[in-house]
C-alpha cells in the first residue's frame, strides 16, 4: 500500500506515525506551576538531542486550540522540569497522571506518587521512578499547536542496583517501558535483548 498523506486528516496521519514510530521512549515529565503546584504526565515524543550540551527535546501539544497542556505552560514559566523513567511496574500510575486533570490538582497525589526535592530545579522528582532526569528549558519553538521543547540536562539520579562495573545502566536490569500505536505499550525483557556489534571499516 503507498499513501499519500495530503489525502488523509490529522487524525489519520497521527495515527500512522504513532504506529510507525515505534516503540518510543516515554519522558514521565514532572513539573510545579507557579503557584506551586505539581503536575506529571507522559510524553511519547521524545528524543536526544546532543550529549554536548546534553540536550532531549519534547514534543507537546495543547488541551485545545488556545490552552497549552499545564506541562508546556509550567516549563515555560518556571524553566524547569524533570524527566523520570517509567519502568513496567509503574504502568498503572503513569496512565493515571496521562488524565486531563485540571491544572489546580496535584497529580502526585491523584496517582499515589511520592514527591522528593531535586537537587538543582524546583519541580519534583518521582521516587518510585529508578531514574530521575533533573532539566532545564533551553528553548520553545512552536509548530502549529505544539510546543517543540528543548531542554538542557543538569543532573542524574539513578538508582545504584541498575549501574553495570562501567557506572552506566544496564538495560537488562531495567524493564523500561515504550509506546506504541493507540494503547499499546512493550518492555524491555532479558529474553528479547541481544547485541550486535558494528562491522569493521571497509
Not at 500500500?1 to 514521565?28: F, G
Not at 508546556?72 to 523520570?84: A, H, L, R
Not at 520553545?140 to 557506572?167: P, R, V
Request: charged residues 30%.
Amino acid at each position: 500500500m503507498v499513501i499519500d498523506v495530503k489525502n488523509l486528516s490529522e487524525d489519520q496521519i497521527y495515527k500512522l506515525m504513532i504506529s510507525t514510530i515505534a516503540p518510543r521512549p516515554i519522558a514521565w515529565i514532572s513539573t510545579v506551576s507557579k503557584e506551586g503546584i505539581y503536575n506529571i504526565a507522559p510524553f511519547s515524543f521524545y528524543m536526544g538531542i546532543s550529549s554536548s550540551p546534553p540536550l532531549i527535546a519534547i514534543s507537546i501539544g495543547k488541551k485545545d486550540n488556545e490552552r497549552k497542556k499545564d506541562t508546556w505552560k509550567n516549563i515555560e514559566e518556571t524553566g524547569e522540569f524533570v524527566i523520570n523513567v517509567v519502568t513496567y511496574d509503574l504502568v498503572e500510575k503513569m496512565n493515571i497522571t496521562a488524565v486531563a486533570f485540571d491544572e489546580k490538582i496535584d497529580e502526585f497525589k491523584e496517582a499515589e506518587l511520592t514527591p522528593v526535592p531535586s537537587d538543582i530545579v524546583k519541580a519534583p522528582r518521582i521516587k518510585e521512578s529508578p531514574i530521575n532526569i533533573e532539566c532545564r528549558k533551553y528553548m520553545i519553538i512552536e509548530i502549529a499547536d505544539m510546543g517543540l521543547i528543548f531542554g538542557e540536562i543538569l543532573k542524574y539520579h539513578i538508582d545504584d542496583n541498575l549501574l553495570n562495573e562501567k557506572g552506566y545502566v544496564d538495560n537488562k536490569k531495567l524493564k523500561i517501558v515504550g509506546r506504541l500505536g493507540g494503547a499499546d505499550y512493550c518492555y524491555v525483557s532479558l529474553e528479547n535483548i541481544f547485541t550486535l556489534k558494528r562491522p569493521d571499516k571497509r
